[in-house]
Nanobody, 114 residues
Framework: QVQLVESGGGLVQPGGSLRLSCAAS????????MGWYRQAPGKEREWVSI???????AYAEAVKGRFTISRDNARNTVYLQMDSLKLEDTALYYC????????WGQGTQVTVSS
């Protein structure tokens, strides 16, 4: 079955960095675009970034220039490097394979606070 395990979150000061990981299993990872999403308290889940099987990337305007998505198909893992973090980046972060809207991991909490 499809499993998604996010990790790497934590508490960081504004301007700091974190690297999130999402280990995937149960499907042919290398053939799927992988997205990162986030959900802040009291808000709906929003799309953050996506990477295609070929490595093309796209980002939400709110994170463009600060976040970098990458993937390692040999490890079935997608990453999100987050730099210059802002208070408004505080959220629970999830990964998801495009085309599988019912499969989500437990998420990893990112808290940006001074």
């Amino acid at each position: 079955q499809v499993q998604l395990v996010e990790s790497g979150g934590g508490l960081v000061q504004p301007g700091g960095s974190l690297r999130l990981s999402c280990a995937a299993s149960g499907f042919t990872f290398s053939t799927y675009a992988m997205g990162w999403y986030r959900q802040a308290p009291g808000k709906e889940r929003e799309w953050v970034s996506i990477i295609t099987p070929g490595g093309s990337t796209a980002y939400a305007e709110a994170v463009k220039g600060r976040f970098t998505i990458s993937r390692d198909n040999a490890r079935n893992t997608v990453y999100l490097q987050m730099d210059s973090l802002k208070l408004e980046d505080t959220a629970l972060y999830y990964c998801n394979p495009r085309g599988m809207p019912n499969y989500w991991g437990q998420g990893t909490q990112v808290t940006v606070s001074s």
